[in-house]
């Protein structure tokens, strides 16, 4: 059996982050990183437009309250008001000490680093490597660890989270290379396994978002929160769904309509393109609803809208945005020097996830924590964005909740022993499972039922919610369960079998899409990015709570927990 102090599941900037606290506080603590892809390409690496902190180097008006009061605003209240200001407290620190680390971001004529306007931000506060920050980030973090000793398992998929009477043990997993099955145990199990965005059939995310850290939490019994808030982001690359990045429109490009129009001035007339992205994104779909969207050959009633950077010239548009004109040109064939850009929202990121307090513990009911586990990153919901993340938040939420978690986990393990573990019980079941999907006779494809699983969260769960049609979209989803039962595989290899990969990961979708399309149900309101038609209000008398989810075969069972409200009273949220 491996025995880490530390087993760390994920090598984006969350997971990373920890691990590289850990290992610096005490060079003696076995600590690892297990990741189903190479840590440097993890997602974070696709992160582009920034990171927000209030250094006051473009506008020294700037402050941590007013970055806290966009925050909780942006959220629409729901946002834990505690955990925001640790945030936005520790981001000018934590990014000093990236810069510190190496990481090479961009800069003003004299040499402090640069700061951009990014949607929902009072300031300009978002710290940038170009249009490619996470890349910048991570490599650093990544190299860092190699530095400090972190041993990293890269390419294992971890299958299981090992939960005996409400302590975490350690987990299993298996080498994709050779399908070895380990069992691992540990003092402490922390997941950074990052958002969901497969769960839909368009998102900027990578094909690994598939949520499997929330499925195998849920699946331990322990529950997930505020799973219903699942941010579009208003510019994915039409037809493909790709990011064009927030800083496109923080560097000043609009949004216009088949008949020219700037329509935002009519949702957002203060803040413009830069409104929060679930007013942004409504504001698009509603543009393309009432068909004043633009088709591929320019006429009205398409299924896209324009971002133009024309204004802005080539050399802004080289120099700051680089990376996006180039997608546009490789995916689309569209030169924004030129030629505006088709877009529509495309989903983003996992505002909800599994509940921790601000050391990154994990709540295993509203009053009680879990021993040995910790979450942070996408992946848990501290709750940092609520109902809605503002853009630069995110890569901030990363760095300071992963250092944070690390910090507590060192101290954490200094008193805790390795946990006893059934070695053979957890290999003989996960083997057993695994035979088990290889030699199914079923009739499905994989893909096929992840299609039609894509398609009905889509439909069913997007941008605007009613009570008809996720009832409609519950019933489906479970047909689409039955039949994944009935999947077979083609590929019986034991090497590199990437069909039994997907075949595991389609069980993470369908159990966070039943997650999602459950507590969306519940929540009887309209809030941040849960848009339902049917309650168009927000409804803080009997809303204003987060939603804790419990997951079981027999269905989701949901209960809430209070929210942090300790700096700013719930308002009307205009902008
Ligand atoms: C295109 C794009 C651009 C973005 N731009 C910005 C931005 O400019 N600013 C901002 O603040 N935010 C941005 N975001 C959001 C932000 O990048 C992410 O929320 C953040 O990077 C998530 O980091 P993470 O460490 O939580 O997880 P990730 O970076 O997603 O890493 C997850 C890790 O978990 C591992 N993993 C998952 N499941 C398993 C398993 N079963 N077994 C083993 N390993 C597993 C993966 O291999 C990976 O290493 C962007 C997101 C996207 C998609």
Redo the contacts with the bound molecule.
């Keep these: 059996m491996i025995e880490h102090d530390v087993m760390i599941?994920?090598?984006?900037?969350?997971?990373s982050r920890a691990a590289l606290e850990i290992a610096k506080s005490n060079p003696q603590f076995s600590v690892a990183i297990?990741?189903?892809?190479h840590?440097i390409r993890?997602?974070?690496v696709?992160?582009?437009?920034?990171?927000a902190a209030t250094l006051k180097n473009v506008d020294d008006t700037d402050t941590w309250e007013a970055h806290a009061f966009d925050t909780v605003k942006g959220s629409d209240y729901l946002a834990d008001q505690d955990a925001v200001a640790i945030l936005t407290q520790e981001a000018p620190d934590v990014v000093i000490e990236l810069e510190h680390m190496g990481v090479l971001f961009s800069r003003l004529p004299d040499g402090r680093i640069a700061q951009r306007a990014f949607g929902g931000h009072s300031h300009n506060r978002t710290c940038y490597a170009a249009d490619k920050?996470?890349h910048a980030i991570l490599h650093e973090l990544v190299s860092n660890l190699r530095r400090y000793g972190v041993k990293i398992y890269d390419e294992?998929?971890?299958?299981r989270l090992i939960l005996e009477e409400g302590q975490v043990k350690g987990l299993v997993?298996f080498h994709i290379l050779d399908q070895r099955v380990e069992v691992v145990r540990a003092k402490a199990v922390m997941f950074?396994?990052?958002?969901y965005?497969r769960v839909y059939n368009t998102t900027?995310?990578?094909y690994?978002?598939?949520g499997?850290?929330l499925a195998m939490t849920a699946i331990a019994g322990l529950p997930l929160e505020d799973m219903e808030f699942v941010q579009f982001h208003p510019t994915g690359l039409y037809p493909v769904g790709v990011?064009i990045?927030e800083?496109v429109r923080g560097e000043g490009a609009y949004l216009i309509n088949s008949e020219g129009d700037r329509f935002m001035a009519t949702y957002a007339p203060s803040r413009m393109e830069l409104a929060p992205r679930d007013i942004t994104s409504r504001a698009i779909t509603r543009e393309i609803r009432a068909g004043r969207g633009v088709n591929l050959d320019g006429s009205a009633g398409g299924p896209f809208v324009y971002l133009d950077l024309r204004h802005m010239g080539k050399e802004k548009i080289m120099s700051r945005v680089p990376f996006c004109w180039e997608e546009a040109h490789r995916l689309v064939g569209i030169d924004a020097v030129t030629q505006p850009m088709p877009v529509r929202p495309t989903i983003?990121?996992s505002m909800g996830g599994i509940p921790t307090n601000t050391d990154g513990r994990v709540r295993g009911s509203a009053e009680g924590l879990v021993e040995g586990f910790f979450a942070a990153?996408?992946?848990a919901c501290v709750s940092v964005h609520g109902a809605n993340r503002l853009?630069?938040?995110?890569?901030?939420e990363?760095v300071v909740y992963g250092r944070r978690t690390g910090r507590a986990i060192a101290q954490y393990i200094q008193t805790r022993k390795l946990p006893e573990v059934n070695e053979q019980r957890y290999l003989t079941e996960a083997e057993q499972q695994i035979q088990g999907l290889i030699n199914q006779p079923g009739q499905y494809r994989i893909a096929q039922i992840r299609q039609t699983f894509q398609d009905c969260m889509t439909e069913y769960c997007g941008v605007f919610r009613n009570e008809s049609s996720m009832q409609e979209g519950l019933a489906k989803l479970q047909e689409i369960r039955q039949q994944a039962q009935q999947i077979y595989l083609d590929d019986k290899a034991k090497s590199w079998n990437t069909e039994l990969i997907e075949a595991l990961e389609l069980q993470s979708l369908l159990i966070v899409g039943e997650m999602i399309l459950t507590g969306a149900l519940n929540r009887k309101e309209s809030r941040g990015a849960h848009c339902r038609e049917d309650y168009t209000e927000r409804d803080d008398v009997n809303c204003l709570k987060h939603t804790l989810a419990y997951y079981s075969s027999a269905g989701v069972d949901i209960r809430s927990m209070p929210v942090t409200i300790n700096m700013f009273q719930p308002q009307e949220r205009k902008y």
């Excluded at 950074?192 to 958002?195: C, D, L």
């Excluded at 853009?391 to 901030?396: A, D, F, I, R």
């Design positions: 599941v994920g090598g984006g900037l969350a997971g297990v990741a189903k892809t840590p993890s997602h974070s696709a992160a582009q437009g920034g990171m920050t996470g294992w998929y971890v299958m997993m950074a396994t990052g958002g965005g900027s995310n990578d690994a978002s598939t499997d850290g990011l990045s800083a983003h990121y990153g996408e992946a853009g630069s938040n995110s890569l901030l990363c």
